[in-house]
């Protein structure tokens, strides 16, 4: 067998070779970063300067940051915001932010004041970008509601196009490190300067007294090296090749299967991604043939994989649930190759063309 060709960026990228060595060197520094000594000042900076290169890629202020242990942690700020009286969820919103709907809102809710918007920048199974719509009052609108303040998860966006916190808009935002090539476990709570939050977890009052715990230094220390060399990326137009290997990548197959439906194609999207459906060819079928083959891909969001559920996703997107389930995702990172790429495309081939054959 070729050797194996990683797919699957959306559900963890690699891990950077920067982040490994800071990830290493922080686990020789021996102080809690809460202590006043020599050693704990060690291991405070190490915190404070990986805060420093979040803060650097997302365009925020370092005390906007908030270490946490991932993006799903960073989503429960839905509960610890005194003045969110209801939480207005979009329709391919991730689940960690639908988790929050027992609050008591829903996108019909009529307006009123509270009301916060939560949302995704870019969909972690189709890569579309929804941009947030403010009217001319300054409210953010979802459909016929109107709400006061933001949540963005930009979870899928980050170090992958250029966005900055500051002209957002968004009150908060929540993000993941081992997304963007840095160590899984952490990740990360944005918060306006003057936004009142409700401590994520209280305790020894670390992070300012918003995220009790001592600080997992060395994770946050790798999250900073993927952020900084993310940055490089971004500066270097790495992403801008990726895109060309996902456009060959649906060239390719959208020229030799007439049933296959690409999703979202036709909007803007992150450039890695590509999430492609055939009615009636399960997509965790198509999983592990092409994990068979030497591919791994995905069937959607890692966070449902071995769920069985409604695709509210893609129904979502108006697709019917015959073909939503037929769905493949296919993201590329900066490693990717095009010779991955036409493998991938060569061995995809040869099970559609068996599976029009048993369908005939």
Same mark, same amino acid.
């Not at 005390?63 to 209801?86: K, Q």
């Not at 920048?121 to 409210?139: F, K, Q, R, W």
């Not at 997992?216 to 060399?229: K, P, Q, R």
């Given at each position: %067998?070729?050797?194996?060709?990683?797919?699957?960026?959306?559900?963890?990228? #690699?891990?950077?070779?920067?982040?490994?060595?800071?990830?290493?060197?922080?686990?020789?520094?021996?102080?809690?970063?809460?202590?006043?000594?020599?050693?704990?000042?060690?291991?405070?900076?190490?915190?404070?300067?990986?805060?420093?290169?979040?803060?650097?890629?997302?365009?925020?202020? #370092?005390?906007?940051?908030?270490?946490?242990?991932?993006?799903?942690?960073?989503?429960?700020?839905?509960?610890?915001?005194?003045?969110?009286?209801?939480?207005?969820?979009?329709?391919?919103?991730?689940?960690?932010?639908?988790?929050?709907?027992?609050?008591?809102?829903?996108?019909?809710?009529?307006?009123?004041?509270?009301?916060?918007?939560?949302?995704?920048?870019?969909?972690?199974?189709?890569?579309?970008?929804?941009? #947030?719509?403010?009217?001319?009052?300054?409210?953010?609108?979802?459909?016929?509601?109107?709400?006061?303040?933001?949540?963005?998860?930009?979870?899928?966006?980050?170090?992958?196009?250029?966005?900055?916190?500051?002209?957002?808009?968004?009150?908060?935002?929540?993000?993941?490190?081992?997304?963007?090539?840095?160590?899984?476990?952490?990740?990360?709570?944005?918060?306006?300067?003057?936004?009142?939050?409700?401590?994520?977890?209280?305790?020894?009052?670390?992070?300012?007294?918003?995220?009790?715990?001592?600080?997992?230094?060395?994770?946050?220390?790798?999250?900073?090296?993927?952020?900084?060399?993310?940055?490089?990326?971004?500066?270097?137009?790495?992403?801008?090749?990726?895109?060309?290997?996902?456009?060959?990548?649906?060239?390719?197959?959208?020229?030799?299967?007439?049933?296959?439906?690409?999703?979202?194609?036709?909007?803007?999207?992150?450039?890695?991604?590509?999430?492609?459906?055939? #009615?009636?060819?399960?997509?965790?079928?198509?999983?592990?043939?092409?994990?068979?083959?030497?591919?791994?891909?995905?069937?959607?969001?890692?966070?449902?994989?071995?769920?069985?559920?409604?695709?509210?996703?893609?129904?979502?997107?108006?697709?019917?649930?015959?073909?939503?389930?037929?769905?493949?995702?296919?993201?590329?990172?900066?490693?990717?190759?095009?010779?991955?790429? %036409?493998?991938?495309?060569?061995?995809?081939?040869?099970?559609?063309?068996?599976?029009?054959?048993?369908?005939?």
């Amino acid at each position: %067998m070729d050797r194996r060709a990683y797919l699957d960026w959306n559900a963890s990228a #690699p891990l950077r070779p920067e982040a490994r060595d800071a990830v290493v060197a922080a686990l020789d520094v021996t102080g809690n970063p809460s202590s006043v000594h020599a050693e704990g000042r060690k291991a405070r900076g190490i915190v404070e300067r990986a805060r420093a290169e979040v803060a650097m890629l997302v365009g925020c202020k #370092p005390g906007e940051v908030i270490f946490t242990s991932g993006a799903t942690e960073a989503a429960s700020i839905l509960r610890h915001l005194p003045s969110a009286s209801a939480v207005c969820v979009e329709e391919t919103a991730h689940d960690c932010l639908w988790a929050h709907l027992d609050l008591g809102g829903t996108r019909d809710r009529p307006e009123g004041p509270g009301h916060v918007l939560a949302m995704g920048l870019a969909n972690s199974e189709t890569g579309v970008i929804t941009e #947030p719509a403010a009217d001319e009052d300054g409210h953010w609108r979802y459909g016929a509601v109107r709400c006061d303040s933001l949540l963005l998860d930009v979870v899928q966006a980050v170090g992958r196009i250029p966005w900055s916190f500051h002209w957002s808009g968004a009150t908060v935002a929540i993000l993941s490190a081992h997304k963007l090539g840095g160590p899984r476990g952490v990740g990360a709570l944005l918060v306006k300067d003057g936004t009142d939050i409700e401590a994520l977890q209280k305790g020894g009052g670390q992070e300012l007294g918003r995220r009790s715990g001592t600080e997992n230094v060395a994770g946050i220390a790798g999250f900073g090296a993927a952020c900084a060399a993310a940055a490089r990326d971004l500066e270097a137009g790495v992403w801008a090749e990726v895109e060309k290997l996902r456009n060959i990548l649906e060239s390719t197959l959208a020229s030799e299967t007439k049933e296959t439906i690409f999703v979202g194609n036709d909007r803007r999207r992150i450039p890695n991604t590509s999430c492609f459906a055939t #009615p009636g060819w399960k997509g965790e079928t198509q999983v592990m043939q092409m994990d068979l083959s030497g591919f791994a891909v995905s069937s959607g969001s890692a966070c449902s994989s071995g769920k069985v559920k409604v695709p509210r996703v893609l129904r979502a997107m108006g697709l019917d649930d015959h073909t939503a389930e037929g769905a493949l995702r296919v993201s590329l990172g900066p490693t990717t190759t095009e010779t991955d790429v %036409m493998r991938f495309c060569e061995a995809w081939l040869r099970q559609e063309k068996k599976f029009r054959e048993r369908a005939a």
